[in-house]
């Protein structure tokens, strides 16, 4: 069965590679050979080719984690994939641009990485649009259209069926043990099977009946062995489970994961947790100064420590300690567990009102980032007492702790924190979970710092 995604994202990874070689060509060309610009290369193109090395894996980095799973020739679904092309080769420049300054080398031409940027944004336009048009247009010749006969006449089934005529199959119709004459689609019964085979040319079978009917799914199989006629089988308990499920192989063994998260996958997790490395260590060092100011602000208007740790539920469900400035007069230990924050909090201190208001407080957990505990971006971590309670009373509560907890989330960035509809927060962070990707989270912390939302309810 072919798969146009999957190939066209295989050939767009190849392509890619040869257009930013073809970029480099043309761009040597147009700055150094073309008379355009008046001043020599004043490194040989060896030397120049070091941009080429840098480049290629930013890049290709950068667009794997950012590009859409689903493409096709509408345009509403192209210009994401576009719109990371232009991200992914800006970004890289940017990376090599700095790479340059701290060895030092500082005698590569600035127009000349310009060009080859803005050329390779170019013919990556084309490219996509090329190869869109040869792969997903309805006339398409490259791809052999395909007859499919779809055993069961369901929701299933029918579902399928439009996403295959997308993917330039041709759906012969449907079989069925029940009698539906009203049903153009269907064109036989289980029982006729056989002579539907012997007069039409079939490619493939979507078997889409229940799983419980054994001796009809045997019987089918059969005859698709007999005519040796590729099978497919739609496991129909999908539909009792969420829909991001995916099928992996354990030594050949399919297990079905029930709630797919992007970041299940090594690599993604790899990249999010190095980028919370870096970004947790500058902050430290740059609010350094900061710390120490509202270290000195806290003991000077109230008695008690100035770091406020307290126990938090974490990714796995694994209790942690997370690190804040203490905003609240010192409390009973029993209390502060189970009490509840509330507006204008009595238990404030006057120097608590101001960080808690601008979440300055917020700041000492960069210490859980990079030792681990927390993440940047990910659903608010919860005191064991409420996490116990919620589990009990809200639906799917405890899918939070797939990820690592963050310093903000998307729940947050819409005003969700605080005293706010725990109900609410939770669709907030099942989303993220099953839509992450790394621009999702560069979004989030752009808007942490720049949306009012992320102040709301911040008390």
């Not at 002579?195 to 009917?213: A, F, M, N, Y």
């Not at 709630?259 to 970004?279: A, G, Q």
């Amino acid at each position: 069965m072919h798969n146009l995604d999957r190939l066209y994202f295989r050939l767009t990874n190849i392509l890619d590679v040869v257009l930013i070689f073809l970029s480099f060509w043309l761009s040597w060309i147009i700055k150094f050979n073309s008379g355009l610009f008046n001043k020599p290369a004043s490194l040989d193109i060896q030397t120049y080719l070091l941009i080429v090395a840098l480049h290629i894996p930013f890049y290709l980095l950068f667009f794997t984690t950012s590009r859409r799973r689903k493409i096709g020739t509408e345009r509403w679904k192209a210009v994401p994939e576009l719109l990371a092309v232009v991200r992914s080769n800006v970004i890289s420049l940017l990376l090599v641009v700095l790479i340059f300054y701290l060895f030092k080398l500082i005698d590569f031409s600035r127009i000349f990485l310009f060009i080859f940027v803005v050329v390779n944004i170019i013919l990556s336009f084309v490219q996509r649009a090329v190869l869109r048009r040869l792969l997903f247009s309805s006339k398409s010749k490259i791809t052999l259209k395909e007859n499919i006969l779809l055993v069961g006449y369901n929701s299933l089934t029918q579902t399928l069926a439009q996403v295959f005529e997308r993917e330039n199959y041709n759906i012969l119709g449907y079989v069925d043990e029940k009698e539906q004459e009203s049903q153009n689609e269907i064109i036989g019964n289980l029982n006729e099977i056989e002579e539907i085979l012997k007069k039409r040319h079939v490619d493939e079978i979507i078997i889409g009946i229940p799983l419980t009917d054994e001796r009809k799914i045997n019987y089918i199989v059969d005859i698709c062995e007999k005519y040796g006629i590729r099978t497919y089988l739609i496991l129909d308990y999908f539909r009792y489970v969420p829909s991001k499920a995916e099928i992996e192989k354990v030594n050949g063994i399919p297990l079905v994961n029930i709630r797919y998260s992007p970041l299940d996958e090594w690599t993604n997790r790899f990249i999010k947790r190095s980028f919370d490395i870096v970004v947790s260590l500058i902050g430290l060092i740059i609010c350094l100064p900061l710390f120490i100011i509202i270290a000195i602000l806290i003991k000077l208007t109230s008695e008690g420590p100035v770091l406020f740790v307290q126990e938090r539920v974490g990714y796995n469900r694994r209790i942690f300690k997370m690190h804040k400035f203490r905003t609240m007069y010192v409390q009973n230990p029993n209390e502060e567990k189970i009490k509840w924050t509330t507006k204008d909090d009595p238990r404030r201190t006057p120097v608590g009102k101001i960080l808690r208001r601008l979440s300055l407080d917020e700041l000492p957990q960069l210490w859980d980032v990079l030792i681990g505990n927390m993440s940047l971006v990910g659903p608010r971590p919860e005191r064991p007492y409420f996490v116990e309670k919620f589990k009990e009373e809200i639906p799917k509560y405890m899918i939070k702790h797939r990820v690592r907890p963050g310093m903000t989330g998307w729940a947050q960035i819409h005003g969700l924190r605080g005293d706010t509809s725990i109900e609410e927060r939770i669709k907030y962070d099942i989303w993220y979970i099953e839509n992450w990707s790394f621009w999702l989270d560069i979004k989030i912390i752009f808007a942490t710092i720049f949306k009012g939302k992320f102040m709301e309810n911040a008390y």
